[in-house]
Every structure is written in structure tokens, then in C-alpha cells.
């Protein structure tokens, strides 16, 4: 591809997997993490609660560009359970931190990707813009799983404010990396917040199918089907030899 001076890529499911069983051990840390400040809920209840606060306001936020957090799923389900304990009690924020703790456990690079990301460095620049709820979570696990070293921007929505395909983030994106749209790759698994977000902003997508062709689980609430095919006019990779081909034609 001539005149490709950037890349941006998402995190999870194209960068990174998180492997089975992460969002249960995520939730039983998170009950730990409040049964420690004396809040006891009734385990299964209190899954099922948060599992439905946490599509409902992914839902909501995946329809207007909002980011959500956490905070507000955990308030609600244990409300739901007869709770009277606000998004902002530091007892939520401590629980927070234990759920995600769960994440550096279970969470894997995709093969060739280290590979990769060595071999292109030299003649692009990189970034990295992903939909996440709790931004320092996602530094920690970027930096724990040897990613941070190479990339010259790195957009998290949770800390932003707004989350893909919002054209903020897209046009943040290409401004902090200093190059035009016509400059500028994305790549990313999701065909809604990725390749429809990187369309809409003007800039070229790549679909990385890598995560749907192994069925890898959605995420709660996720933004749309990875098994449904974006268009016949985008590319569409499923693995970091066939991105290094398409770059070099």
C-alpha cells in the first residue's frame, strides 16, 4: 500500500486475547474484592446483575459514543440486591482494581504479533486506540504483556471519554500521529467500532479476523457481530503474514 506512513491498531482480539474463563475469574475477584469492605452479595445473583448492568450500559454507550465504566454496573447490580452503595464509594473503586487484576492472568498476545510490531516499527508509526472501560487497567496490561514500547500514541476510551466508532477518537487518533487520512492504516476485529469508526473518519480499515476464525466469545455488549462481513472492498487479514503482504503490494 503506497503512501502508508501510520498504523493504528486495537487491543483486544487483534493485538491481544483473553483467554477462556477470564470474565468469570474477573467477577469472582470482584466479589472478593467487595466482600473485603463487609459487602456480601449472594454470588450468582449478583453475576447475573452485573452481567445485565454491564450490556445495558455498553449498549448505551456503543449507541451514543459515551464511554461507560465499571463503577456504574457495579453500583446498579448491587442495588439491584438491595445495596445502597454510589458508582463513586471508594469501596467500588478498590473492587474495581481486583477485577481487572484478573486480566494480567489471562491475557495472551496473538501469535506473530511481538514479531511483527519489530519488523514494521522501522517504517511506520504506530497506535494503539482501544476500547476500554478502566484506562490505567489498560495501560498496566499493555505494558505487562510487552507492548508498550512501541507505540507513539496510545488512546484508551475510558480515559478519553468516548469510545469507537465515535470519529473523536479517530480524529485524535490521526492528529496525534501527525499524518493525513490518506496516510494512515486501522486495523481492529470489531466491524462496527473499527472498520465502520476508521470508514466513517475517512480512514482506511483492515478487518483482523484472527479472533473470529478461532471463535473467541463476544465481549459483553459488543458493538456488533465479528462473523458479519464489513464489505466486499475491505481487506481482510487473518493473520500478521497476510498484513505484512498487503502492506508490501
Known amino acids: 500500500m503506497d503512501g502508508i506512513r501510520a498504523i493504528g491498531f486495537d487491543l483486544f482480539n487483534t493485538l491481544i486475547m483473553a483467554e477462556p474463563g477470564a470474565l468469570d475469574e474477573a467477577l469472582s475477584r470482584l466479589i472478593i474484592g467487595l466482600e473485603q469492605y463487609g459487602i456480601l452479595p449472594d454470588p450468582e445473583p449478583f453475576r447475573q446483575a452485573y452481567r445485565e448492568a454491564a450490556v445495558r450500559h455498553i449498549t448505551e454507550a456503543n449507541r451514543n459514543g459515551i464511554e461507560t465504566h465499571n463503577r456504574f454496573w457495579i453500583s446498579e447490580a448491587l442495588q439491584r440486591l438491595g445495596y445502597a452503595i454510589e458508582p463513586e464509594d471508594a469501596r467500588i473503586s478498590s473492587a474495581v482494581e481486583s477485577y481487572f487484576s484478573a486480566f494480567l492472568d489471562f491475557c495472551h498476545v496473538i501469535p506473530d504479533t511481538l514479531p511483527m510490531l519489530q519488523d514494521l516499527k522501522p517504517g511506520y508509526r504506530f497506535g494503539l486506540l482501544s476500547n476500554f472501560t478502566h484506562a490505567p487497567a489498560a495501560l498496566s496490561l499493555i505494558q ?86 464489513p464489505g466486499p472492498d475491505i481487506p481482510m487479514i487473518s493473520n500478521w503474514g497476510e498484513f505484512v503482504a498487503l502492506l508490501d503490494r
Request: aromatic share 10%.
Open 144 to 229: 505487562h504483556l510487552g507492548l508498550d514500547g512501541f507505540f507513539d500514541v496510545v488512546l484508551i476510551s475510558g480515559e478519553i471519554g468516548y469510545r469507537k466508532p465515535h470519529p473523536l477518537l479517530f480524529g485524535r487518533l490521526r492528529q496525534r500521529l501527525g499524518v493525513s487520512r490518506a496516510e494512515l492504516l486501522y486495523v481492529g476485529d470489531d466491524p462496527e467500532a473499527d472498520v465502520c469508526g476508521a470508514l466513517n473518519a475517512g480512514i482506511q480499515p483492515v478487518w483482523f479476523t484472527y479472533a473470529r476464525d478461532k471463535g473467541s466469545p463476544l465481549p459483553p455488549g459488543a458493538s456488533s457481530d465479528p462473523s458479519k462481513r
